[in-house]
């Protein structure tokens, strides 16, 4: 019984799907590491939400989805068999996947789709990695109801770096559409123009009181009064930044991205897709109910998004389910200094190796692009300003995803795929933040291709992360592949080598990071774990337009720095 107090409402919904995992929740782990094995069915849900009925893509039914269970260095085992009419891979965000690229999971950049009846099976180790990830569809937007939690327990006999919790909860932040995703991607893409907004936010798949015909789907967290309770907090919305906070309630970060932090207490949080945080809190108000919410964070100029925030309770024992709820205050939408300030509270509990010698110097811009319109019907396709299509670059390269996977095409030497000439700095040099280049006056436009970056095996990299405005400056989350980075810098405007200041001491490890809007990021990490590696903006419409490159890291000596074969149940494409 003790097991049972111990899980939510929402793990107690995953237990009943999945009651063959339910020991991984147990206190006891068996010693040494062992392996995990999950079962999951891609399939077509029917749900009801916001006044309608709708067909979504699921794994196993439930949305958001299983949460997989491990703890530090097991195996992780998980058939995934796609049951739905769509393409699918699934990916393991903030796994480092340590020489198993394989089963990484981006679609035609580690593999081809697992079609419709077909089957892969995931496999990979967690290699000295615990903590908060997620997993999540990549491909198309299926991303936005395909996607759940993964908690990775510390070994046996490693405590917390903190007091021990009452309780551990998911919270999961999601968007919601009435349309169908897939065919969403693909209306907006054939416009030219910006995506419409969300319909709807979500926590733990509820959108709360704010919404019509949502007064009574809303996530209720119970709490005791006077205990703490460890929140692991997902972002795992498509296409925008939000904010989260909790009614008269301090939140203690104690880890960002699957790595511990200096216990840090803020008001709220800004989170990005693709990000995690876990952060204590402590049940000691006055009894009654408190709204805990998520709210945008938009960045950008000119661009419309759902300001209606998703609401979930924090709900005191002893408190009657009609009391009012108190609500939270989130920072505006375009408050850039509430993000400054979570992201200046991020700093390493145990920064162990940041990377202090530099072998690349790498220096990528990241922005939107407009391009010409093409298209005899320019109000139908033609809806960026200036009557343009949208594009998004790095290094003024849009990407363009190959017919093949690049791993398959790369580790089989199929030439004709991807050029290995991707710059590691940008082709020309200007003021990034405020304009384009003097001498090409408005244009906006990128080039398009699929090329990469190739990176000696064990080389350490610094790579400054450059927002452009060359259409509108943004806060980008730039999500990594295969490692997590030190973020050793950021600031406002254009990088700047003799300015900038370093953290080298304890910076935050991450894997996501929201680069400051018309401002920098520098991230630091050991290329040592071979493979093709994607990185790209973790807002999905970025990315549909082409805002993501791959880095080759290559094998190094011997088995233990040697990507192995590739498994026999790969799909091909
Ligand atoms: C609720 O529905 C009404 C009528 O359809 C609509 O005008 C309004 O915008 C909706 N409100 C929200 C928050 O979706
Ligand atoms: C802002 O958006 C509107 C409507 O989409 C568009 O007409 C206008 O040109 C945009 N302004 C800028 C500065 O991009
Ligand atoms: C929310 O968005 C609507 C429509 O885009 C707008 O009319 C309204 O002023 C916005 N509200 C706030 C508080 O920004
Ligand atoms: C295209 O849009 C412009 C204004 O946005 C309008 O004046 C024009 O009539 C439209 N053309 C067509 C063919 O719809
Ligand atoms: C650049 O844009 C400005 C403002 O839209 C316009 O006045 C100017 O003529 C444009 N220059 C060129 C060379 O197109
Ligand atoms: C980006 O590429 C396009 C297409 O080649 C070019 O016209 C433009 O000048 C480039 N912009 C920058 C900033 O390099
Ligand atoms: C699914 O993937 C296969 C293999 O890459 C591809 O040929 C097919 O066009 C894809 N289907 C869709 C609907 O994208
Ligand atoms: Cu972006």
């Known amino acids: 019984m003790a097991l049972m107090r111990r899980i939510s409402h929402f793990l107690l919904l995953c237990l009943v799907f999945l009651s063959y995992n339910s020991h991984a929740l147990a206190n006891k782990w068996p010693a040494g590491s062992s392996t995990r094995f999950y079962e999951f069915k891609v399939q077509t849900t029917k749900v009801k939400k916001l006044c309608k009925s709708k ?27 796609n049951e739905s009419p769509h393409n699918a891979t699934i990916h393991w965000h ?62 046996t006999g490693a405590p917390y770096p903190f007091p021990y919790p009452y309780e551990e909860h998911v919270i999961v932040l999601g968007e919601y559409w009435y349309k169908d995703v897939v065919e969403l991607e693909g209306k907006v893409l054939a416009s030219g123009g910006g995506p419409p907004p969300a319909d709807a936010y979500l926590i733990n798949g509820h959108p709360g009181p704010m919404y019509n015909c949502s007064a009574n789907d809303v996530y209720t967290l119970d709490v005791v009064p006077g205990k703490t309770y460890l929140l692991r907090i997902i972002n795992a919305a498509l296409n925008m930044e939000h904010f989260f906070g909790i009614a008269n309630h301090k939140l203690t970060i104690v880890e960002a991205d699957g790595e511990y932090t200096k216990p840090f207490m803020v008001d709220q949080i800004m989170i990005t897709p693709g990000q995690t945080t876990n952060v204590l809190v402590t049940a000691d108000q006055p009894i009654g109910k408190y709204s805990m919410a998520m709210g945008a964070y938009m960045s950008a100029r000119n661009v419309s998004f759902q300001n209606i925030s998703a609401v979930a309770y924090f709900q005191y024992a002893g408190a009657t389910t009609n009391s009012v709820s108190l609500a939270a205050r989130l920072p505006s939408f ?50 960026a300003p200036n009557n343009g299509v949208f594009a998004a670059s790095m290094n003024n390269i849009s990407f363009v995803r190959p017919k093949v996977s690049l791993l398959q095409a790369y580790y089989n030497k199929i030439h004709g795929y991807f050029s290995a000439d991707f710059p590691g700095v940008p082709l020309k040099a200007y003021d990034f933040v405020n304009g384009a280049p003097n001498n090409i006056p408005n244009n906006t436009q990128s080039m398009i291709g699929t090329r990469v970056k190739v990176i000696e095996y064990g080389s350490r990299v610094q790579l400054i992360l450059q927002d452009t405005g060359t259409v509108s400056t943004e806060n980008h989350p730039i999500h990594l592949h295969g490692y997590s980075f030190y973020v050793v810098g950021y600031g406002s405007g254009n990088y700047n080598p003799r300015t900038a200041s370093l953290n080298l001491v304890d910076p935050p490890y991450m894997n996501t990071i929201g680069v400051p809007v018309g401002g920098w990021a520098a991230i630091r990490f050991t290329a040592d774990n071979p493979g093709v590696w994607f990185m790209h903006c973790h807002l999905e419409i970025h990315t549909s337009w082409g805002l993501s490159m791959a880095f080759i890291v290559k094998n190094g000596e011997g088995v233990l720095e040697t990507l192995p074969h590739p498994p026999a149940d790969l799909p091909t494409c």
């Open 55 to 81: 067909d979504i893509v699921t794994v196993n039914g439930m949305f958001p989805g299983p949460v997989v269970y491990a703890q530090e260095d097991d195996r992780v085992i998980v058939k995934v068999t």
């Open 334 to 383: 375009n408050d850039n200094l509430a993000v400054k300030s979570h992201m200046d509270s991020l700093r390493s509990l145990n920064p162990h190796d940041v990377p202090l010698e530099i072998d690349d110097n790498l220096f990528f811009t990241i922005g939107l692009n407009v391009q010409r319109c093409h298209s005899s019907k320019p109000n139908k396709s033609c809806q």
């Open 94 to 155: 903030g796994v480092r996947q340590r020489l198993s690229c394989w089963s990484d999971g981006p679609s035609y950049i580690t593999q081809c789709p697992i079609q419709a009846g077909q089957t892969f099976t995931y496999e990979f180790t967690l290699v000295q990695q615990k903590g908060t990830l997620l997993w999540h569809a990549h491909i198309s937007w299926l991303r936005a109801t395909v996607h759940g939690a993964i908690v990775i327990y510390p070994k």
